[in-house]
């Protein structure tokens, strides 16, 4: 059977990746959230798991009737099937995956693959098409490439932690898992990339993404900042170092933002939202450099108004002068937002087998033609076992039942 007859069930013709075929290794975080975004966007995500236990995240919560939704919201748009690598068998069909495929994901630690014999070289030897991509700690070549790398240590040896955090307090990780999340959105765009360079160079290629570059280069400024002044930035609560005033002022009832990205903003808002002319001509605040400069002393200043009001009435009067502004939400508040959770469908609601109906994070891509939805909830272990492995290998059910009882599937 060759790749264009197998792996027809539910191919569609309208995702923007439906003609790619991926096949998943990956777990936890950064590899699923790579390959979800794929899924949405149409590829045929072959999501392939270790029998018994599969994604460690699996075991994460919270927990709906036994089944992890965390898991279930990293893994919707894909197939589940179960496969053993340190198995002869197993090895000899996953090449006979990869023989049908475009795209490899993995997220072992370097040189893991290699010692399965599964490595890019072995790969592209059966299919020299084939895309590999890998996501790590530290990326599989460098002093550190073999250590073990978490999201935690990717925030903190990228520089992220540094500079999060309220003024004088400790190095602070951000709230979510940034260096994974980041580090998929890399994978994804480099598999992209690899995507349309075959088309150029009539090949595959390794791809190689670190959880700490992508940290790294997602700091900007605060590394331009020390190439230039030598100065290491400090942590400075909301406040950002380029600009002033782009910060969090406190009003009645909470925070509100107000970011006045430009001279002309900082005067609007001055005049004609905080009614403090003043401000304008105050040698203290003259230039945005001089702002930067002095910041602690003109928060003092639009604290000294702001607490007069409450955050919707500081977010109305800003944005009616048309100085960008807006509250500080909490969870609860933005997945109850008209624009965010109504008319950008940001947390959408899908129909899990076991879990039942449940909200999971939509796509922040958004395509006029061939836009990403979500195809399919997340899979139970090995649930598309019987599908994929008779589609692709012609295996009866008693075969597949066989290879499950040897330890293979």
Not at 142 to 170: C, F, H, V
Not at 256 to 268: P, R, S, T, V
Request: hydrophobic fraction near 40%; charged fraction near 25%; proline fraction near 5%.
């Amino acid at each position: 059977m060759n790749r264009e007859e197998g792996l027809k069930t539910d191919r569609r013709v309208n995702g923007a990746l439906s003609d790619l075929t991926v096949l998943d290794l990956t777990r936890v975080v950064a590899g699923p959230f790579c390959s979800s975004l794929l899924g949405d966007m149409g590829a045929r995500i072959i999501k392939i798991e270790k029998p018994g236990t599969g994604d460690d995240s699996r075991a994460y919560g919270p927990y709906v009737n036994g089944e992890s939704a965390y898991f279930a919201m990293l893994n919707r748009s894909k197939y589940g099937v179960t496969l053993n690598l340190k198995t002869v068998k197993g090895k000899e069909m996953f090449l006979e995956f990869v023989k049908k495929a475009d795209i490899v994901l993995e997220n072992f630690r370097p040189g893991v693959m290699e010692k399965l014999g599964l490595g890019y070289g072995d790969l592209s030897a059966v299919n020299e098409r084939i895309i590999y991509a890998s996501v790590s700690g530290f990326g599989s070549y460098g002093p550190y490439s073999k250590r073990p790398g978490y999201d935690i240590l990717a925030q903190a040896m990228g520089g992220l932690m540094s500079l999060t955090g309220p003024k004088g307090g400790e190095p602070t990780r951000a709230g979510n898992a940034m260096g994974d999340i980041l580090g998929g959105m890399n994978m994804a765009i480099g598999v992209l990339a690899a995507v349309h360079a075959r088309t150029l160079i009539g090949r595959g290629q390794k791809v190689d993404i670190a959880l700490t570059d992508s940290i790294a280069v997602s700091l900007e400024n605060a590394f331009t900042r020390y190439w230039v002044t030598e100065e290491v930035y400090k942590r400075n609560g909301n406040a950002y170092a380029a600009l002033a005033p782009y910060d969090s002022y406190q009003a009645k009832d909470g925070l509100c933002i107000i970011a006045c990205g430009n001279q002309k903003l900082f005067e609007i808002f001055s005049r004609e939202v905080a009614g403090h002319p003043d401000w304008i001509t105050d040698p203290r605040f003259l230039s945005n450099v001089l702002r930067v400069e002095n910041m602690e002393e003109l928060k003092v200043l639009i604290e000294g108004w702001s607490r007069d009001y409450t955050v919707d009435e500081l977010v109305a009067m800003a944005l009616n002068a048309g100085v960008p502004a807006g509250p500080v939400y909490d969870i609860s508040q933005v997945v109850k937002d008209d624009h965010i959770a109504g008319a950008r469908d940001m947390f959408p609601v899908i129909d899990h087998p076991v879990i039942g109906k449940m909200h999971v994070n939509g796509d922040a891509i958004k395509m006029t033609e061939t836009a990403p939805r979500i195809t399919r909830p997340a899979p139970l272990l090995g649930q598309d076992n019987e599908t994929i492995y008779g589609e692709l290998f012609g295996m009866e059910p008693e075969q597949i039942a066989r290879l499950k009882s040897q330890g293979i599937l």
